[in-house]
């Protein structure tokens, strides 16, 4: 537990130095409403016989530009939230981060990664009296992709969605 609390401690320290903002408008940001993220779903490309991509065409064609996600509107929210999602087959060169509508409102950090399965947080900023559905995107670096994720969450000020121990998985 007190791992945790210091990961915690750190993430609200370093939010202030962290950016998260727009998508490039230039680059499209494919969703795969009928995925899921079972074991045999593979965000990390690979042979995933085109099931990530609307359409299913090349893999070359279909290679995005890393986005430039930034966040710096720390004073402009008064609440934040924690937001603690599981990954399979996450590197080190992915992001995450949580949108309202197409503002950025936290990037996402990598707490753990056992081999198998990446452990994300992040750290959502709000108004408190928020009504608009949050989204997760995620920028899988091997498959040059950004993929949003099907569900959505409620702002909830100082609240979570997810836990360190009962993360939410991404659903694509």
């Not at 990530?52 to 090349?58: I, K, L, Q, V």
């Not at 710096?72 to 995450?96: A, G, P, Q, R």
């Not at 950025?104 to 990664?113: H, M, T, Y």
Request: aromatic fraction near 10%; glycine fraction near 14%.
């Amino acid at each position: 537990m007190k791992k945790y609390l210091f990961i915690i401690a750190l993430l609200l320290t370093s939010a202030t130095f962290v950016g998260c903002g727009g998508d490039d408008p230039s680059t499209p940001n494919p969703v795969n409403p009928g995925g899921n993220n079972s074991g045999g779903d593979n965000p990390g490309g690979g042979n995933s016989g085109g099931s990530d991509t609307p359409g299913g065409g090349g893999s070359e064609e279909q290679k995005e530009t890393k986005p430039t996600w930034t966040f710096d509107s720390v004073t402009k929210f008064e609440h934040t939230m924690s937001v603690w999602i599981m990954l399979s087959e996450s590197t080190k060169n992915d992001m995450l981060a949580a949108f309202c509508d197409d503002e950025c409102r936290g990037i996402g950090e990598l707490i753990s990664d056992n081999g198998i399965n990446q452990l994300w947080c992040i750290l959502v900023y709000g108004t408190g009296d928020e009504t608009s559905k949050f989204t997760i995107k995620y920028w899988n670096d091997s498959a040059s992709k950004t993929f949003t994720s099907t569900e959505e969450f409620t702002f909830t000020a100082d609240g979570q969605y997810g836990t360190a121990d009962k993360p939410k998985s991404f659903v694509r």
